[in-house]
């Protein structure tokens, strides 16, 4: 067997771990501070709209906190056709007080919904080639549950209210600006 290979008996075998001294009350062995990762941190919003490419890694290490055992995303990136036409990149334009009011607000209502710790939406602005992220959201909690359900409200209700517009750049040199047919401003 080579050293990457492992046998199935290997994860069948019971482990033992040791056990640890039960803590008698007054002993030395009792904590008597909170541990670092206990203390309680402040949570953050963090909202950004930029024309530089937007990165996973970053807005996600934003998020983390070691109070938290969930961080979950949503990541909007520029795919490469819309009915039938190539597209070639999305250009993004955004009337940036009232986004990001409106995005503040989105943080706020998840708050109220849901037990997050830390909130960060990211928006880029400008011409977003194809396969780049044009969003990308995070949010940490302590339990899955809470930050699924919170960035799946986020990118529904920030495509509904944020006025951001985006124009698709079609590879037979034309483009057309696109609304969100989520957006609550939109009539048919």
Partial sequence: ???LEISSSTFSQEMKLPSSPPL??????????????????????IIKFTPEKLSV???SQLVI?????AVSLFVGTTRNNFEGKKVISLEYEAYLPMAENEIR?????????????????????GLVPVSEAS????VSSVHRASSLQAVSY???????????????????SSSSWKRNKECFWATD
């Fill in 24 to 45: 008698v009350e007054g002993s030395a062995l009792e904590p008597f501070r909170k541990d670092q990762n206990e203390i309680e941190e402040k949570p953050k919003d």
């Fill in 154 to 172: 986020a990118i529904d209700t920030l495509k509904a209210k944020v006025p951001i517009w985006k124009k698709e750049m079609y590879e037979e």
């Fill in 65 to 69: 906190s070691p109070l938290c055992g």
């Fill in 1 to 3: 067997m080579s050293s």
């Fill in 135 to 138: 969003v990308i959201i995070a």
């Fill in 105 to 125: 607000k989105i943080c706020s209502d998840i708050r109220q919904k849901w037990p997050v710790k830390h909130i960060a939406v990211f928006h880029r602005l």
């Fill in 57 to 59: 890694d970053e807005v």
